[in-house]
């Protein structure tokens, strides 16, 4: 025999599963620490200055 499903459950939880994966996915883009957050600023910072360095003076090409 199937097994009785209660639809209102059924959806209910479904709902539920796909907010924890919306969740989820906001934890893993959103949530860094500050030091990370920092890091990450200083590091970029440092490679725009070397690429920036390295760039050639070519503009009346």
Do not use: P, W
Not at 4 to 13: F, H, S
Not at 31 to 39: D, M, P, S, V
């Amino acid at each position: 025999m199937a097994d009785i499903v209660n639809l209102r459950q059924a959806r209910k939880r479904k709902a539920r599963d796909e907010k924890d994966q919306a969740a989820e996915a906001n934890r893993l883009a959103f949530g860094r620490t500050k030091a990370e957050k920092q890091g990450s600023k200083l590091e970029k910072a440092r490679v725009d200055k070397v690429l920036e360095a390295h760039r050639r003076d070519d503009e009346h090409q």
